[in-house]
């Protein structure tokens, strides 16, 4: 069974719903309200449960009995929703119940490739957001940010959604319009947009050269290829003569964590850590740079936003607590617990929280996010104009520390 692990990424330790068919069942016959339920299969043993199963069966009863639609509504969707039940309990807006279809859907996602409107949403203090609108995509070009509230998706409420949910309702068929209503950070009244749906593709990497051989690296996302991708770029921008270089990180919402493992031994020495992950046990597990650390000594500053998260968050705090290096920006999400995805026997997926991150230096990352050096924000006039006052800071930071060594600055 192939093992994604995700910054996005939990683990998931998984106790089948089925296995509620026989306590439930047995609990049942114990008591003097009797309900027996026939045709449920795969019963699991070896599992002591310290509470009333027979409140699940006689909610099923109930449902069956009395519910208005009950003959429209199927056996399996019941269960499926008795296994998302069991997850939502735990009231981590990081773990989830995905049935076979949904399954599919976040396996598109992990691809890189789906339908949509190209923002990475999540749960932030009980509150549907936008974690980052990716780069070139109908979320960034109507002018969503990271930190936006999603109010109303359709003019029906986001209040108590479940991000899977709000996923369904956001993507459509290509062309389609979705229409949202968004909270911003110091405005009275929600913004209304419509966005039209198009097929998503993510992109990994870009990077240009700027005044006074400064290059500006932008790595939007971590895929499985992005750790190779990133190095092609750096070989390109030493080639290019650099002599410093910006690693932008706004809006980066994560991905795997080999990757941003990988990437962070580009920039600090073989052997350091990197990340370790806890869990409640109070296990550690400590992951080491690994790989060839071709851009350890170039001067290097990097720019974060509420938009960076989970792996951005990871090789940015890795590269400051080993290298000192500067950081630009706004803080970033808080995005710090491990999740892994466990496929179940019918197609269905659990994400589930089983660790959090700890940086070098013993920063927890999960809600309290990392600050930068210099905070710079971009006012709304300032992105109408495509000003970048983040960027252009961060350059300056960048020069300051190159000086004297750069030939012939400009002015």
């Known amino acids: ?46 599992v002591v449960i310290n509470a009333n199963m027979g409140v699940f069966w006689q909610t099923w009863r109930v449902i069956k009995d009395n519910y208005l639609k009950a003959t429209e ?24 119940f995905f ?11 992990l691809g890189g490739s789906f339908g949509g409107i190209g923002a990475e949403i999540g749960i932030k203090n009980e509150q549907l957001i936008i974690v980052a609108p990716l780069k070139d995509t109908p979320a960034e070009k109507a002018g969503l940010i990271a930190g936006d509230r999603i109010l109303e998706i359709n003019a029906s409420s986001t209040i108590g959604i479940s ?22 950070k110091e405005e009275d009244k929600p913004r209304k947009m419509s966005i039209t749906r198009a097929v998503i593709n993510i992109p990994v990497i870009e990077w240009k050269m700027k005044d006074n ?5 932008q790595l939007f996302t971590f895929t499985e290829n992005s750790s190779q991708l990133v190095q092609k770029a750096l070989s390109e921008i030493k080639e290019a003569g650099a002599q410093g270089i910006v690693l932008d990180l706004r809006n980066n919402p994560g991905g795997f964590l080999d990757s941003a493992i990988e990437i962070a031994g580009l920039f600090i020495e073989r052997g350091q850590e990197v990340v370790s992950e806890e869990f409640r046990s109070g296990k550690k597990n400590v992951f080491l740079s690994e790989n060839n650390p071709i851009a350890k000594d170039i001067p290097l500053v990097i720019i974060i936003n509420s938009g ?13 607590d080993h290298r000192g290096i500067k950081m630009v920006g706004e803080k970033s999400f808080g995005k710090g617990t491990v999740q892994e995805l466990i496929e179940l026997s019918d197609g269905s997926t659990v994400k589930i929280t089983i660790a959090h991150w700890i940086l070098p230096k013993g920063q927890q990352i999960d809600k309290n996010g990392i600050e930068p050096d210099f905070k710079v924000e971009i006012s709304d006039k300032e992105r109408e104009e495509k000003k970048d006052p983040q960027l252009d800071k961060a ?3 960048l020069l300051e520390i190159l000086n004297p060594k750069i030939q012939n600055p400009k002015p």
């Open 395 to 397: 350059l300056e930071i």
């Open 163 to 184: 991000v899977m949910d709000a996923v369904k309702m956001i993507r459509g068929p290509e062309g389609t319009d979705v229409n949202l209503s968004i909270g911003r």
């Open 73 to 96: 509504v199927k056996d399996q969707d019941l269960i499926y929703g008795g296994a998302a039940g069991l997850v939502n309990a735990l009231k981590d807006p990081h773990s989830s």
């Open 99 to 109: 049935n076979p279809p949904d399954s599919k859907k976040l396996a598109e996602d």
């Open 308 to 320: 960076s998260a989970s792996a951005s968050e990871i090789l940015a705090g890795a590269i400051r």
């Open 213 to 217: 051989n400064l290059a500006h690296l």
């Open 1 to 46: 069974m192939p093992r994604y692990r995700q910054i996005l990424l939990a683990v998931i330790v998984v106790v089948l719903i089925v296995w509620a068919g026989f306590l439930g069942y047995y609990l049942g016959i114990k008591n003097p309200d009797i309900i027996i339920v026939k045709g449920i299969d795969n019963l699991d043993g070896g």
